[in-house]
């Protein structure tokens, strides 16, 4: 910590960036404590004493950091949401690399099943207005809507993509595809959630594309 001088000539506290990254660090260990737990147990199996255990630290220490069970949730879900993200590549690569890149964060999903359960067990509970991840989730389907259609709108302006394909559209509905056949997915772990996408995905990029291709080139 060091000492400021405010107005009355006073010291006010304040923390150094060694105690921040300390601060940062404890959050960390917090939310890879309970990104394991929520996914191995369930998040309602799950106790908050249960997660300060695995992290190291009491209850009180963890309420410092996330001041209630379901601010840690939010952060859990926020932590895997941005690791995911930050190896997308950009819209602008088009159609064929944004699907291959759902393709690829699926197969992950298939290997963590804990974690994409949970992930869907929360986005249908949050379906109720009142729930605490009710924000998070309207605006995560934004983002992806988004982010297809840019991707599909970048295509189309490459000339891969016919002119008259609706960008929001397809964007929509390769949210629909991917979210719905993972539903099926997580109730029967037979059904082959990679395959079937992958199966969708390539009717989906032969309507479309002008090459005579379909999820590769011709």
């Known amino acids: 910590m060091t000492d400021d001088l405010i107005g009355n000539g006073k010291r006010r506290r304040r923390r150094t960036t060694g105690s921040y990254a300390a601060a940062d660090a404890r959050r960390a260990t917090v939310v890879g404590a309970a990104s394991r737990l929520f996914a191995e147990q369930g998040y309602h199996q799950t106790s908050l004493a249960q997660v300060a255990s695995a992290a190291g630290m009491s209850q009180t220490g963890l309420l410092h950091h996330f001041k209630g069970k379901d601010v840690l949730l939010l952060a859990v879900l926020e932590f895997h949401d941005r690791s995911q993200a930050s190896r997308f590549d950009p819209p602008a690569r088009g159609l064929r690399r944004l699907l291959e890149h759902m393709l690829e964060v699926l197969r992950e ?24 991840a009710h924000d998070y989730f309207r605006r995560r389907f934004e983002l992806m809507r988004e982010n297809n259609a840019r991707a599909v709108r970048a295509s189309v302006e490459a000339g891969l993509v016919r002119s008259d394909v609706a960008p929001e559209a397809l964007g929509r509905a390769l949210v629909a595809v991917a979210d719905g056949l993972t539903a099926q997915w997580l109730i029967d772990p037979s059904f082959d959630v990679v395959k079937h996408v992958r199966d969708h995905f390539e009717v989906m990029m032969r309507g479309v594309v002008t090459d005579g291709g379909g999820l590769t080139p011709p």
């Not at 298939?110 to 207005?129: C, H, I, Y």
């Open 109 to 132: 999903e298939v290997n963590s099943p804990g974690l994409t359960r949970l992930f869907a067990t929360t986005a249908s509970e949050a379906t109720d207005p009142t729930h605490p």
